[in-house]
Nanobody, 119 residues
Framework: QVQLVESGGGLVQAGGSLRLSCTAS????????MGWYRQAPGNQRELVAT???????NYADSVEGRFTISRDNAKNTVYVEMNRLEPEDTAVYYC?????????????WGQGTLVTVSS
């Protein structure tokens, strides 16, 4: 089993910053892509940013230039630094990872952490 545990969500005023963290644990041999997704009320889950094990990144247009994704492979942890937050960024943020276990590749989701941006 592989688990993802997120932290760092909360309430922040527009223009502020937050940093989310997500750590993978369990019977992991290696982790390939990691990423962040979000889901606002009434909306579908959408990509925020992803990062490969080699450090290549991909961002949604809506967060490009404001959010920065990074990872620490030694700690199996992915971060997202969110700056200049807007009320439209309010959502539950989910961590995602694709990892290799002894039984094969698995895709895992975290439980989600709520980010609320007040205007």
């Amino acid at each position: 089993q592989v688990q993802l545990v997120e932290s760092g969500g909360g309430l922040v005023q527009a223009g502020g910053s937050l940093r989310l963290s997500c750590t993978a644990s369990g019977r992991i041999i290696s982790i390939n892509d990691m990423g962040w997704y979000r889901q606002a009320p009434g909306n579908q889950r959408e990509l925020v940013a992803t990062i490969t094990s080699g450090g290549s990144t991909n961002y949604a247009d809506s967060v490009e230039g404001r959010f920065t994704i990074s990872r620490d492979n030694a700690k199996n942890t992915v971060y997202v630094e969110m700056n200049r937050l807007e009320p439209e960024d309010t959502a539950v943020y989910y961590c995602n990872a694709r990892g290799l276990t002894r039984t094969g590749w698995v895709e895992v989701w975290g439980q989600g952490t709520l980010v609320t941006v007040s205007s």
